[in-house]
């Protein structure tokens, strides 16, 4: 009697993207940090390959006297991650004037289906010494944390929770306390980045972080999970 091996083959759809992301180093950033920094743009175009961008633009018209000046903010978005990193290349090139870290990745890309809805409302041309309110919105319950970014630092300005579906809440929330726009002192403009980062985990927040710490922080927050939001806030004296 003859036997017969019944074999199944399971076959996977994996779609393979191919990243490429480059950091510049010298006296101020050191060639290890270029390169982590390299790999995460790497990771990004992986992900805009894939799954795209979303550009969002503010326009706002700025007027001395007869004089008017149009500005333009715009803020990227994309609703995908890495699943996994099946090949990575880093190559160290030097050129003239600079040195560079040039990271390629092949990965696995998915898209994200993220059903939160959280909004920022609020002024963002304001003046010197003016005080500032924002009305943040969300359909779920989870933490705020809320980072002003200046000299490639992240600090943190507020933490809230959000006990209860679809609230509203003001910031600041602590009425004793008050969030005032300053411009650094020898200048008549400051233009200040507010990062707004709502996640569904209670995860912890630090004080302050480093441009690779925020995103590490963000990518430890499963992508259904969180919300981004970045704002310009535009200062004048």
Same mark, same amino acid.
């Given at each position: ?11 996977t759809n994996v779609f393979a993207v ?5 950091? /510049? ?15 995460? /743009? ?10 795209? %961008? ?23 978005? *994309? ?5 996994s990193i099946s090949k990575k290349d880093?190559?160290?090139?030097? *050129? ?24 920022? &409302?609020?002024? *963002? &041309?304001? /003046?010197? %010494? ?16 809320? *980072?002003?970014y200046h000299g490639n630092r992240y ?16 910031? !600041? ?26 996640? %569904?985990? &209670?995860? !912890?927040?630090?004080? %302050? ?12 927050? !499963? ?15």
């Amino acid at each position: 009697m003859k036997k017969f091996l019944l074999a199944s083959l399971i076959t996977t759809n994996v779609f393979a993207v191919t990243g490429i992301g480059e950091y /510049r180093y010298g006296p101020d950033i050191t060639e290890n940090l270029a390169c982590e920094l390299a790999e995460e /743009r790497a990771k990004e175009d992986a992900i805009i390959k894939y799954v795209g %961008e979303l550009i969002e633009a503010q326009m706002k018209e700025e007027c001395r006297r007869e004089e008017c000046v149009f500005h333009r903010d715009t803020f990227s978005e *994309f609703n995908g991650y890495i699943k996994s990193i099946s090949k990575k290349d880093i190559q160290k090139q030097s *050129f003239s004037g600079y040195s560079a870290c040039i990271v390629t990745v092949e990965a696995e890309v998915s898209k994200v289906n993220n059903s939160i809805v959280f909004n920022v &409302d609020g002024k *963002f &041309d304001v /003046r010197h %010494e003016e005080e500032m309110t924002f009305k943040v919105v969300s359909n779920r319950v989870g933490k705020l944390g809320v *980072f002003n970014y200046h000299g490639n630092r992240y600090y943190k300005i507020q933490e809230v929770k959000f006990t209860s579906r679809q609230t509203e809440i003001m910031l !600041p929330s602590d009425k004793t306390k008050k969030l005032v726009a300053m411009v650094p002192e020898g200048k008549t403009q400051s233009k200040e980045l507010v990062t707004f980062l709502f996640s %569904e985990k &209670d995860v !912890p927040f630090k004080n %302050e972080y480093t441009t690779l710490e925020m995103k590490n922080l963000i990518a430890s927050i !499963p992508p259904k999970n969180r919300k981004v939001i970045n704002r310009y806030v535009n200062i004048v004296r």
